[in-house]
């Protein structure tokens, strides 16, 4: 059984005097900072993803007989896909 949740409160701020515009300003370039940071590491995520899904097909591709003839071709399609979506998401992270 899990232990029953309270509310903390955050006293550090006196609630009655808002925060100051710079403060604010500062907060939220750093927010946006951060959240580009993210969107960069997301997006390696996608191209080592895709970069796997690209040896994978490129695998099946070359497997020969054992693989059904339509499954490698779309196999080599996948490879090749995945290679010139990796090079374009690259070029265009570059630039950001």
Known sequence: MTPPLSVVADNSADPARPAAPNDLSE???RL???AKSLAREHIHAL???LLEVERLSA???DGGEAYPVGV???A???AEDCEMKVQTLE???ARA
């Open 47 to 49: 191209e080592r993803a």
């Open 76 to 78: 080599r399609r996948m």
């Open 32 to 34: 946006q900072a951060e």
């Open 91 to 93: 070029a265009i992270a």
């Open 72 to 74: 490698r071709d779309i």
């Open 27 to 29: 907060r939220i370039r």
């Open 59 to 61: 695998e099946i591709a």
